[in-house]
């Protein structure tokens, strides 16, 4: 059992977009919520991969940057005031004879939880690594990264992007205008971006703003001290060149894994768990899991998706914690905020 302060209504593990407006849901029905992230700060994938990135499906918002709907949604969560547990994962979950949870952290911070609400993404993440030799060396000094936290830090510099996917055109289309020089590496012509994005790196390809190296792959890094100066990549058939950089971005995706959440005793199936739609809750009465993480018939991993799954799955919650009380559902323009 944790000490009285670490003693919640609701725990939810992960604080990423979907993690953020469940605390706003649990705060309108009286709630309490402790969240517990990995990450040093709020935000997950949003802050993490594409702060600056914009988002155009989020409702009422005809575009938003991945930052600003954080700090929109952290703001909107605030008057309930949620604790935070930032830069420890949950390694340990226990369901107690009472109903109630215990979670352990891996700093050692206890939390006892009437109910637990998992919005951890896909669990953990981190980038897919190119297979090269002194790679470390360079991230040290920042002249390989694998996300752009702000585009200001490129302003001025010669900008390798490695990738053929979503991330590596995107951020070569959002930063041909603030870098030097970007020049695209890729092994074959055809991306696997959207249509529409594909389009615009060839059109800026064609005007002489964004170099297409293709097709060719990173072999090989340069540089004096941790200091990235080129870029080597080659062909199939062993042709080389060396690329002169300041920084290397590799979108490589990412490496997903539940991590100790596959040993919860969920119904757990290729990193997902598996949920009963209409509330949330997975196999375990008591837990349940929305946003990315979670899996049912004809799933759409949006982030509007997981907002409405935050909203089922706390009114669940809340009847899971009193269930010989009634409740009579009430819209937000009848109640307000409370603590507002």
Not at 23 to 49: P, R, T
Not at 201 to 209: I, Y
Request: include cysteine.
């Amino acid at each position: 059992m944790s000490d009285a302060s670490n003693s919640t209504d609701i725990a939810i593990i992960g604080a990423g977009p979907v993690g953020l407006f469940a605390v706003f849901e649990a705060g309108m029905l009286g709630l309490k919520s402790h969240v517990i992230d990995a990450l040093g700060m709020v935000g997950g994938q949003c802050s993490a991969l594409y702060p600056e990135k914009p988002i155009f499906d989020i409702p009422a918002h005809p575009q938003i940057a991945g930052q600003d709907l954080i700090d929109q949604l952290a703001k909107q969560a605030a008057p309930f005031e949620p604790t935070y547990h930032l830069g420890q994962q949950v390694t340990k979950l226990e369901k107690r004879d009472d109903g109630r949870f215990t979670l352990t952290t891996s700093t050692g911070t206890v939390i006892d939880a009437g109910a637990v609400v998992i919005a951890a993404g896909c669990g953990a993440f981190g980038p897919n690594k190119p297979p090269m030799d002194g790679l470390d060396d360079y991230e040290d000094s920042g002249g390989v990264q694998y996300y752009v936290k702000r585009r200001a830090d490129f302003a001025g510099k010669k900008v390798v992007i490695a990738g053929g996917g979503d991330s590596a055109v995107d951020w070569a289309l959002s930063l041909h205008d603030v870098a030097e020089k970007v020049m695209v590496v890729h092994r074959r012509p055809k991306f696997r971006a959207a249509p529409d994005s594909s389009t615009k790196l060839q059109a800026l390809a064609e005007a002489g703003k964004i170099e297409m190296v293709i097709p060719y792959q990173l072999k090989g890094l340069r540089g004096e001290n941790g200091v990235l100066s080129h870029v080597v990549v080659a062909t199939l058939k062993g042709e080389e060149r060396e690329l002169e950089a300041d920084h290397l971005l590799p979108f490589f995706g990412l490496a997903m894994e539940l991590g100790p959440i596959a040993d919860w005793g969920l119904n757990v199936d290729k990193n997902h768990i598996g949920v009963t739609q209409a509330t949330m809750e997975t196999s375990v009465p008591g837990i349940f899991a929305i946003g990315d993480i979670a899996h049912y018939e004809h799933k759409l991993k949006l982030i509007l998706s997981g907002f409405a799954e935050g909203a089922s799955a706390i009114h669940a919650a809340r009847s899971y914690l009193f269930p010989d009380k009634e409740f009579h559902f009430e819209y937000s323009t009848t109640t307000g905020v409370p603590n507002e």
